[in-house]
């Protein structure tokens, strides 16, 4: 991942950013643009209290929103990831972008995996305690990721797109019982994400912030990737 301290790319550096810490959507977006280069306004939200500039500028009331110099909004984490790597792509991280494999297994992640996931971690939604049907439908999903895992990252030795797309969601899925995520027959994914919870592309965009309010001095993505 490109220094925080490097000069950055052409960006303009009048977007805007609207992101929440704890998002994974917005956790695989600030993954993608630290290692562009990417350098928007940073502004942390609270998601229980979402600001109205927030608010007026989306349509989706959600995280991460950018918002471009030229008047486009991007909504979707996935459009946030696209849109700065074809900007600045220094690791090269487009190259298996088309992957078919990899691509089927962010369609799951993103699809029945994260279905899953929320029903595991908010069993009362459903009006339960505990959901063991969601937990094993998550661990299902997780098998597909356990084969592909053949080196230490989806894309090899180093972490590329589909690692930071995927690990948010097994991040939250292990969260709500690490020590029964680590009894899981998952060796792969379980080593896999060990590695990526440590690993400075995810670490340095985890940092807590002051969130955001309109009298707030303006605090830069990259600024924050140091604090």
């Keep these: 991942m490109p220094a925080a301290n490097e000069p950055p790319p052409a960006f303009a550096t009048d977007a805007v950013l609207y992101s929440f810490r ?6 695989r977006a600030r993954m993608a643009l630290a290692v562009s280069g990417a350098d928007p306004e940073l502004r942390e939200v609270v998601l229980r209290h979402k600001p109205a500039a927030m608010l ?3 349509s989706k009331a959600t995280v991460p929103l950018l918002l471009l110099a030229d008047g486009r909004v991007l909504e979707e984490s996935l459009e946030v990831m696209d849109w700065c790597l074809s900007v600045s792509d220094p690791l090269g991280w487009l190259n298996a972008r088309q992957d078919a494999t990899l691509c089927e297994l962010l369609q799951v992640n993103d699809g029945p ?3 899953a996931v929320d029903r595991y971690k908010y069993p009362q939604r459903s009006g339960r305690d505990r959901d063991d049907e969601a937990a ?3 661990v299902e999903r997780l ?3 356990e084969s592909a895992l053949n080196s230490d990252y989806l894309a090899g030795a180093s972490p ?3 690692d930071a797309a995927l690990f948010p969601f097994v991040r939250q899925f292990a969260a709500v019982d690490d020590i029964w995520f ?3 027959p998952l060796p792969n994914v379980r080593a896999w994400r060990k590695r990526l919870l440590v690993h400075p592309l995810f670490t340095t965009v985890m940092r807590k ?3 955001w309010a309109p009298q707030s001095d303006p605090v830069r993505f990259r600024e924050s990737l140091l604090a």
Excluded: Q
């Design 56 to 58: 007026e500028a989306g």
């Design 182 to 184: 680590d009894a899981l």
């Design 143 to 145: 098998a597909s990721l």
């Design 22 to 27: 704890r998002c994974p959507y917005a956790m």
């Design 113 to 115: 995996f994260k279905a």
């Design 209 to 211: 912030l002051v969130p």
């Design 136 to 138: 094993r439908a998550g």
């Design 160 to 162: 590329g797109f589909f």
